[in-house]
C-alpha cells in the first residue's frame, strides 16, 4: 500500500516573542530525495517536496533534453519496491528506444539540490541545453494582465499559506487565466512539475502560455521555459546576469522585479502591447 503524500510537516518550536518565550507547533515544508531512474539506472537525485513526482520526473526528462518529444515518454511510475526510506521516492520512466540515452557517457552526477539543479551537472558544457528554439514570436501579453499574475500566484499557493518556505511556478494564458500552479522547496522543480504537467497533458510546446515565478529568475529556470516553448517569463525578484543574456540571444521575453505596479522588462520588450511604443 502506497504511503500518503505529505507536503506539509508538523514541529514544536519556542518562540521568542518580545522576551516572552511560548511553545507552539509550527509547519514546515516537507523536503525529501526523490531518485528518477530510466529503467533501472539512477539517473539524478534531487531534493524536492513529495507530491506530483510523475511531473517532476516528465519535467526533467523533458528540459534535460532525454525525451526531445512527449511521446517519447512512454511511462512514468512510482516505485513502492525497496526498502521504507525509498518507497514513493523513486520514480521510474520508460522512454522509447530512440530517446533512451547511453548511460556510460551521461555527464550527469547522482545528486542535484534543491536549490540549484545546474550544480548536478559534471562539466560547464553539459550546462548548456542542445533542445533550444525560440519562442512564439507573435504572442502579445498587455501590461495590466502581467500586473495582475502575483496577486494570482499567491492567493493559490496553499502550502506556502501554511508554511512560508514553498516556491512557486505557475502557467498563464494571455489573458491571465491560471492554467496550473506547483509548489516545491526547489524553485527549478516547481518549474519541472509544471513543464512536466504540460508534458503529461501533451501541451508542449507552450507557445500560447507565460510563466511566473517566485523567487529570482535564474539561469535554468530561463533555459526550461525555453525547451519547453514558452514565450515569456516573469518573477517578482531579479534575474541573473546568465539568464538575461540567455533571454536576448533566444527572444525570450524576460520580466523581473514585478511587485505592484512597476516591472523591469531584461528582454524581448515587443511582447508587451504597450511597452515597445514606451
Known amino acids: 500500500m502506497s504511503r500518503p503524500v505529505r507536503s506539509i510537516g508538523l514541529t514544536q518550536v519556542s518562540e521568542w516573542d518580545d522576551g516572552k518565550v511560548r511553545r507552539k507547533d509550527d509547519y514546515?515544508?516537507?523536503?525529501?530525495?526523490?531518485?528518477?531512474?530510466?529503467?533501472?539506472?539512477p539517473i539524478s537525485v534531487t531534493m524536492r517536496t513529495p507530491g506530483h513526482d510523475l511531473e517532476l520526473a516528465?519535467?526533467?526528462?523533458f528540459t534535460e533534453g532525454i525525451g526531445q518529444r512527449a511521446e517519447q515518454i512512454l511511462a512514468l511510475e512510482s516505485s513502492?519496491?525497496?526498502?521504507?526510506?525509498k518507497r514513493g521516492n523513486v520514480v521510474q520512466?520508460?522512454?522509447?528506444?530512440?530517446?533512451?540515452?547511453?548511460?556510460?557517457?551521461?555527464?550527469?552526477?547522482?545528486?542535484?539540490s534543491s536549490s540549484c539543479g545546474i550544480c548536478g551537472k559534471a562539466s560547464i558544457e553539459a550546462v548548456r541545453s542542445r533542445c533550444l528554439a525560440p519562442p512564439n514570436p507573435n504572442f502579445r501579453i498587455a501590461p495590466d494582465v502581467l500586473l495582475a499574475l502575483p496577486d494570482a500566484l499567491r492567493s493559490s499557493?496553499?502550502?506556502?499559506?501554511?508554511?512560508?518556505g514553498l516556491h512557486a511556478a505557475a502557467?498563464?494564458?494571455?489573458?491571465?487565466?491560471?492554467?496550473?500552479?506547483?509548489?516545491?522547496?526547489?524553485?527549478?522543480?516547481?518549474?519541472?512539475?509544471?513543464?512536466g504537467w504540460a508534458v503529461r497533458e501533451r501541451r508542449v510546446p507552450l507557445k500560447d502560455s507565460m510563466m511566473l515565478v517566485s523567487g529570482r529568475g535564474g539561469f535554468e529556470i530561463v533555459?526550461?521555459?525555453?525547451?519547453?516553448?514558452?514565450?515569456?517569463v516573469a518573477s517578482v525578484s531579479a534575474p541573473s546576469s546568465l539568464a538575461v543574456q540567455l533571454a536576448r540571444e533566444m527572444?525570450?521575453?524576460?520580466?523581473?522585479?514585478?511587485?505592484?505596479?512597476?516591472?523591469?522588462?531584461?528582454?524581448?520588450?515587443?511582447?508587451?502591447a504597450d511597452s515597445a511604443q514606451a
Open 28 to 41: 514546515l515544508a516537507a523536503e525529501e530525495p526523490l531518485e528518477i531512474r530510466i529503467g533501472e539506472h
Open 58 to 61: 516528465a519535467g526533467f526528462l
Open 80 to 85: 513502492s519496491e525497496g526498502d521504507a526510506g
Open 93 to 112: 520512466a520508460a522512454l522509447a528506444p530512440e530517446a533512451t540515452p547511453d548511460f556510460e557517457k551521461m555527464r550527469r552526477h547522482f545528486f542535484a
Open 157 to 164: 499557493q496553499d502550502v506556502f499559506e501554511r508554511t512560508g
Open 171 to 195: 502557467l498563464f494564458d494571455s489573458r491571465g487565466a491560471l492554467l496550473v500552479l506547483r509548489e516545491d522547496i526547489g524553485r527549478h522543480n516547481a518549474v519541472d512539475k509544471v513543464i
Open 223 to 232: 533555459q526550461k521555459a525555453i525547451v519547453a516553448g514558452v514565450p515569456v
Open 251 to 272: 527572444q525570450l521575453t524576460l520580466v523581473g522585479f514585478l511587485r505592484g505596479r512597476r516591472f523591469v522588462i531584461y528582454a524581448g520588450a515587443e511582447r508587451l
